[in-house]
């Protein structure tokens, strides 16, 4: 274990971020690493738990007593290698997880979890700085064809295992350039596409083809990769966003987050928008309706651009501030969080239904909005405006678009509409067909798309292989 007693004799601390009024002048990262040795003095306080509950609570099972003692005792690299067993891009997680490990870290009883999410931070930025990542080919090739269909971090996690097991994986992805939300919906700030360009540079050396800016389903047909492949492994997220059909949600200035936030991306990468309608936040009041990672995202992105105000609007009732930890602890807890973004300067309220928007020359100026009880019914009476410009919908996902890809290969979808495989071997209805990632579970987290991504790249290669040595 780290130190013994150091727990008792450290504090948490954890990476500061540059102020607000400096960060919200540019796109870049804005969190400002801890020393090494506040590192290894934050590593120290790890207990080594007899049941470590942080490695059930991160969904990728990272060891992370084992890397904690490892850093404490100074072999980085070795905490790189231990990291890496589990977790295939620990840079991106380290950046933009939202750490369920640390609510289920035994301090967390005392509200002062291990910084367990800046430990794996530092650990794989330093083992980028130092050289040890390195590409890992495989010492043998199989003769098996694989085809992923999506280059999120699902389909990225998949591919890279299944080519280190000696296959030769190619990765179809609609986008000019891999990564999914990775690339084209988590804004820069949070993660600069450096680091995933990185990632594909290495999984190109271990053998891994990308194939971009081929839509499957529309530039080549599911039956080709069907026909072409020993497997083909579907890793095409959740792309079909809520909407919120109410009246005048057909005014100009009301777009999906995933319509606002791509274009910014790619101006930062000095990419072609591709759209003829630019969306801007610049000198325009912008409302957000949705509370999650997307909303705060929007934010984020409209405070950069030069917005004049934010307001994010949450069906939800405020959540708690502090949660009760004796009903939730190990479990991630709801309580209120505070994002970054919002804390750049945003409005909240909560418990809100919008009912209209209005506008004016086809353009929209108003949103009608009620308060709701908690059976998300209007409440009488509680009825008020709010002045918009702008309107981005952050409501969330529903479900992997049917069109095309999936209608061709005529796979079974579940209850929600997402690819209908298990867990187990992550199989789909079609033959030799397998899906992994939010186009499987759903809307998640990209530690889960990792995680779903392994798997079902241990299952392929068992399917292939009749036995497989990757690790679930
Ligand atoms: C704005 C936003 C912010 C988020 N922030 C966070 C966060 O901070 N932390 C976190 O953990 N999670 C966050 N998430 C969730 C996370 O990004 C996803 O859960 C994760 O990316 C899912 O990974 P995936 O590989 O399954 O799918 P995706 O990342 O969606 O990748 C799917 C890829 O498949 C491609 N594709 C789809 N269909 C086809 C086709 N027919 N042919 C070729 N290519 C195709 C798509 O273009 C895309 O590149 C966020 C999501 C959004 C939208
Ligand atoms: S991947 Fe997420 S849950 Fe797992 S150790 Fe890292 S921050 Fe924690």
Redesign the pocket.
Known sequence: MGKVTGFIEIDRHDRRYAPASDRIRHYKEFVLPMSEASTKDQAARCMNCGIPFCHNGCPVNNQIPDWNDLVYRGDWEEAASNLHSTNNFPEFTGR???APCEAACTLNLSDSPVTIKTIENAIIDRAWEEGWVRPQKATRQTGKTIAI???????LACAQQLARAGHDVHV????PKP????R???PDF?LEKRHIDRRVAQMSSEGVTFHCG?????DITAQELQENYDAVVL?????KPRDLPIPGRDLNGIHF??DF?PQQNRRVSKEPVRSNTPILASGKHVVVIGGG??GS?CIGTSIRQGALSVTQLEIMPRPPEKENKLLTWPDWPLKLRTSSSQEEGAERDFAVLTKEFTGDGGQVKQLHISRVDGKMQPVPDSGFSLRADLVLLAMG?VSP?ED??LADLGVQLDARGNVAADTKVYRSSTDKVFA????RRG???????IR??RQAASSVDAHLMGSTTLPR
Not at 172 to 175: F, G
């Open positions: 933009i997880c939202p269909v999506g280059s999120g971090p699902a389909g179809y992805e609609k986008n990564g999914g939300l990775l084209y919906g988590i949070k081929v839509n499957v389903g529309v890793a095409g997220g959740s792309e987050a995933m936030l990672d997307t995202d996902f678009i095309g890809l992994c990632g939010d186009m809307q998640s987290l990209v530690v889960w798309a779903e991504g």
